[in-house]
């Protein structure tokens, strides 16, 4: 009975979410700030983009309205189905596996599709977490690569933030919304396990830093208070 629940939920909430997300999101005022970055960056070939799990409801929205030529890697679980599914109604192609499930065929998937020139898009911290966390898959396949990465942020100043291990945001309707790209991170090639580290930290130190500018900038309570004031409490 619950697969059966399950296929029916897939066959039916992607597409109203779609649906209606296609005309609330298009309510949204969304600013973007170090645009120059990604866009320089692109010039040069294919680039990899980490971004925080928290943010992943409006991900697929932006890109299908600024028309960026991607490949998103999107969990395995059961869960991640679903995120497979809206991303395909948008246009958006996606790669399965996670760092638990087809992760090793889903980094060599990747890897061939920067080396034919495509755009990368990666949840920096991994389908599981911790929230905010950089994983080393994004290091690793900067390594291999040599294509630069441009970490991207969003915050918006009205949203719903569910009970989730990264509180993910749903942007409300009418929103601002401040998205910000960082600058470049070249990450040199074939590192070792200590250099993938380094590495990582920076990134994370990077992605960290742009998160609170923008939720800063946004003016409202940092969606991660929300989530001390719960553990609180």
């Known amino acids: 009975m619950g697969n059966f629940f399950y296929r029916v939920s897939l066959a039916i909430l992607p597409r109203l979410y779609v649906g209606v997300t296609r005309l609330w999101f298009a309510t949204c005022r969304c600013t973007l700030r170090g645009e120059r970055h990604f866009e320089a960056a692109r010039k040069q070939g294919a680039v990899i983009v980490p971004f925080w799990h928290y943010s992943i409801l409006y991900i697929f929205h932006h890109v299908r309205v600024r028309r960026y030529p991607a490949v998103v890697l999107v969990s395995a679980s059961r869960d991640g189905e679903y995120i497979a599914r809206i991303a395909g109604?948008?246009?958006v192609e996606t790669v399965r596996g996670s760092s638990n499930r087809q992760g090793v065929p889903a980094l060599k998937r990747l890897l061939r599709y920067i080396r034919d020139g495509r755009n990368v898009g990666i949840v920096?911290?991994?389908?599981?977490?911790?929230?905010?966390?950089?994983?080393?898959?994004?290091?690793?396949?900067?390594?291999r690569t040599g294509a630069p990465i441009m970490p991207m942020v969003w915050a918006a100043d009205r949203y719903k933030a569910f009970r989730s291990w990264d509180r993910?945001?749903?942007?409300?309707?009418?929103?601002?919304?401040?998205?910000?790209?960082?600058?470049?991170?070249?990450?040199?090639?074939?590192?070792?396990?200590?250099g993938l580290e380094e590495f990582r930290l920076r990134l994370?130190?990077?992605?960290?830093?742009?998160?609170?500018?923008?939720?800063?900038?946004?003016?409202?309570?940092?969606?991660?208070?929300?989530?001390?004031?719960?553990?609180?409490r």
Not at 124 to 143: E, K, T
Not at 172 to 181: S, V
Not at 211 to 230: K, T
């Open 89 to 91: 109604l948008l246009g």
């Open 124 to 143: 920096a911290d991994g389908s599981q977490g911790p929230a905010r966390r950089v994983q080393p898959g994004v290091i690793f396949l900067a390594s």
């Open 168 to 194: 993910t945001v749903l942007p409300l309707p009418f929103c601002r919304i401040i998205m910000r790209y960082g600058e470049p991170m070249n990450v040199p090639p074939q590192l070792k396990a200590e």
């Open 204 to 232: 994370e130190g990077q992605m960290n830093d742009l998160y609170h500018q923008v939720w800063d900038e946004c003016g409202r309570v940092r969606h991660d208070r929300g989530r001390e004031a719960e553990e609180d």
